[in-house]
């Protein structure tokens, strides 16, 4: 990523919050922050001239001045330590406040519109980058942000002193008598400009680094999860040892990529604290002349050396940062990708048009792959509310996408879909989704806990599609997901239906994993108690055929054929 690109993925992460409706807040609370950092700086002069005075009273065996001057660096020093405390505890008071707004921001935006389904394929650990990468962004910006200001008052405050304590430094040059006044000052400013540009030049390979360490972390992580994820039937496969060479691959990539970064960072503090020391013996080699000619006191020269040194690290304030500038410029490339991933997928939007109709209505609609294979050409049907369809065909012959486009996840189709108004919809995948929590929180899904019917009606739906065991589990906490078996998962979700009295039912082989009679069983209790439900069933089972009224098969080159199973 480019200066300038990287400059304008930083400017659209930074203004959001300190645009929205917080901002007047959040502000005020940043600006008391760095007038508590100006602050420190103001308290940071008052000490340098304490050296002074206290260094010349010492000098000139001053005893009476001792203590008082003592009394009067602990007073400073004191409230010095207090500022400075709150100064960090307001400031990680703006850092939560601002990930808090930018964490559900990120999530509205991810969640909203089915993008994170969209995203699937487009951006890597997207988790990550919402949970740590916004945290990190918003610490480095403060960190780097306040620092910038602190040091810039310190050079302002500090190059005055620093100034006026050089007085000036004369030469011959040719004949000609040259003076230069505030000569340290200009030397600071020399030295640090000089610093930052190596500094660049030894480190700049760590924003990269960087970005690649925090993406190889969360794929090795993310490989760890999908085991946990799929440990049945990894176990199953007795996958162990190609599990272990996945892990050993994506590990490998973290310590290969991090041996890199720790040459860098050996490198970069080697120059940095080199550049450091290096500072520390310039201001009595650049003050000596005056000392030894008694034109200062010891005072005076621990004076200029503190003040030197304050100049010099506000100067230095880039090349003593570099290493977090990095780590923030990698996280801004990771956090900019995201978003601008995010506002591709929804752009991409199917030409499918939804329009209200007394019954399920389908016009003209083609279904095709990303790669252009048409699945589907100008399919048109209407579904009698009541009714039942079976949708049939190979395996890879659209099925499952034809319910996608219904359901509005599918960009790749045009047409019309037509649906009476505010009508119930459920869609059933053949795996349900069962979240972490109660065993309530899993039946009553996608709805909220404060939702929920009377626990009675709960136990009622899980008796009737046979899950007795689990009546006195309602409140129990556990990866539901793992100890249910997909049978018992899939029965579960038509306890949902039973639930949630949908008026379109859309089952993507949401009974493959029962055996024939309790299929059976399921879509008879669906009838029995939703008797004005219209369901649309994919599925491969000749049983289903007796359980609908009519069949769309498809012959996955775009062609299809509609059945009254009825009448035939």
Same mark, same amino acid.
């Given at each position: 990523m480019d200066t300038k690109k990287l400059f304008r993925g930083f400017w659209v992460l930074f203004k959001g919050y300190w645009s929205s409706e917080e901002k007047w807040k959040a502000r005020g609370l940043l600006a008391v922050v760095i007038s508590m950092n100006f602050a420190m700086v103001y308290l940071l002069v008052q000490l340098n001239e304490w050296y002074q005075i206290f260094w010349d009273a010492l000098q000139n065996y001053e005893q009476e001045r001792f203590f008082p001057?003592?009394?009067?660096?602990?007073?400073?020093?004191?409230? %010095?330590?207090?500022?400075?405390? *709150?100064?960090? %505890?307001?400031?990680? &008071?703006?850092?939560?406040? =601002?990930? !808090?707004w930018m964490t559900n921001n990120y999530l509205r935006a991810w969640m909203g519109g089915q993008i994170y389904y969209r995203l699937q394929d487009a951006t890597d650990n997207p988790d990550q980058r919402i949970s740590e990468d916004i945290g990190q962004f918003v610490n480095l910006t403060l960190a780097l942000l306040i620092g910038f200001l602190k040091e810039l008052t310190t050079l302002g405050a500090f190059g005055v002193v620093l100034w006026n304590l050089s007085g000036s430094f004369t030469f011959n040059l040719g004949g000609m008598e040259i003076v230069i006044a505030g000569y340290m000052? =200009?030397?600071?400013?020399? *030295?640090?400009?000089?610093? !930052?540009?190596?500094?660049?030049?030894?480190?700049?390979?760590?924003?990269?680094?960087?970005?690649?360490?925090?993406?190889? $972390?969360?794929?090795?992580?993310?490989?760890?999860?999908?085991?946990?994820?799929?440990?049945? +039937?990894? #176990?199953?496969?007795?996958?162990?040892?190609?599990?272990? $060479?996945?892990?050993?691959?994506?590990?490998?990539?973290?310590?290969?990529?991090?041996?890199?970064? &720790?040459?860098?960072?050996?490198?970069?503090?080697? *120059?940095?604290?080199? %550049?450091?020391?290096?500072?520390?013996?310039?201001?009595?080699?650049?003050?000596?002349?005056?000392?030894?000619?008694?034109?200062?006191?010891? @005072?005076?020269? &621990?004076?200029?050396?503190?003040?030197? @040194?304050?100049?010099?690290?506000?100067?230095?304030?880039?090349?003593?940062?570099?290493?977090?500038?990095?780590?923030?410029?990698?996280?801004?490339?990771?956090? #900019?990708?995201?978003?601008?991933?995010?506002?591709? #997928?929804?752009?991409?939007? +199917?030409?499918?048009?939804?329009?209200?109709?007394?019954?399920?209505?389908?016009?003209?609609?083609?279904?095709?792959?990303?790669?252009?294979?048409?699945?589907?050409?100008?399919?048109?049907?209407?579904?009698?509310?009541?009714?039942?369809?079976?949708?049939? @065909?190979? +395996?890879?012959?659209?099925?499952?996408?034809?319910?996608?486009?219904?359901?509005?996840?599918w960009a790749h189709a045009s047409g019309e879909i037509s649906l009476p108004e505010k009508a119930r919809v &459920?869609?059933?995948?053949?795996?349900? *989704?069962?979240?972490?929590?109660?065993?309530?929180?899993?039946?009553?899904?996608?709805?909220?806990?404060?939702?929920?019917?009377?626990?009675?009606?709960?136990?009622?739906?899980?008796?009737?599609?046979?899950?007795?065991?689990?009546? $006195?589990?309602l409140d129990t906490a556990?990866?539901?997901?793992?100890?249910? +078996?997909? @049978?018992?998962?899939?029965?579960?979700?038509?306890?949902?239906?039973?639930?949630?009295?949908?008026?379109y039912i859309f089952l993507d082989e949401a009974t493959s994993a029962l055996d024939e009679p309790r299929e059976l069983e399921m879509y008879e209790l669906i009838r029995r108690e939703l008797p004005k439900v219209t369901v649309v069933s994919v599925g491969h089972r000749s049983t289903l055929f007796k359980l609908h009224d009519v069949e769309l098969n498809l012959d996955g080159a775009g062609n299809y054929k509609l059945r009254d199973i009825a009448s035939s």
């Open positions: 001057l003592l009394g009067q660096f602990s007073a400073i020093a004191f409230t %010095y330590i207090i500022i400075a405390v *709150y100064a960090v %505890y307001l400031r990680q &008071m703006v850092q939560i406040k =601002w990930r !808090t000052f =200009w030397f600071s400013l020399i *030295y640090s400009g000089i610093g !930052t540009v190596l500094a660049h030049k030894v480190g700049r390979r760590l924003i990269s680094l960087n970005f690649d360490q925090q993406k190889y $972390e969360a794929d090795f992580r993310f490989s760890m999860m999908r085991v946990r994820e799929n440990s049945e +039937s990894i #176990a199953f496969y007795r996958g162990e040892p190609n599990e272990l $060479e996945g892990f050993n691959l994506k590990f490998s990539n973290v310590i290969k990529n991090y041996w890199q970064l &720790m040459k860098k960072t050996k490198h970069l503090n080697f *120059y940095v604290n080199g %550049y450091a020391q290096l500072a520390v013996i310039v201001p009595y080699i650049m003050a000596y002349p005056r000392y030894f000619a008694k034109e200062i006191q010891l @005072g005076g020269l &621990m004076q200029i050396s503190s003040a030197f @040194g304050r100049v010099q690290d506000a100067l230095s304030f880039f090349v003593n940062s570099y290493d977090t500038l990095a780590t923030l410029a990698a996280v801004i490339n990771r956090l #900019a990708g995201f978003t601008e991933h995010m506002e591709e #997928a929804k752009k991409v939007q +199917s030409s499918v048009t939804t329009s209200t109709a007394p019954e399920l209505k389908i016009s003209a609609l083609n279904v095709s792959l990303p790669t252009g294979r048409e699945l589907l050409k100008k399919l048109s049907l209407e579904l009698q509310n009541s009714k039942s369809l079976l949708v049939t @065909g190979l +395996s890879g012959c659209g099925k499952s996408t034809l319910l996608r486009t219904l359901a509005g996840l &459920m869609f059933l995948p053949q795996k349900p *989704y069962l979240p972490l929590g109660t065993l309530k929180r899993a039946l009553i899904y996608p709805s909220a806990e404060k939702e929920s019917p009377p626990e009675e009606r709960l136990k009622k739906v899980l008796q009737q599609v046979e899950l007795p065991a689990l009546v $006195e589990k556990e990866d539901w997901s793992r100890i249910l +078996s997909l @049978g018992e998962q899939q029965r579960l979700a038509f306890a949902r239906v039973l639930l949630s009295a949908p008026e």
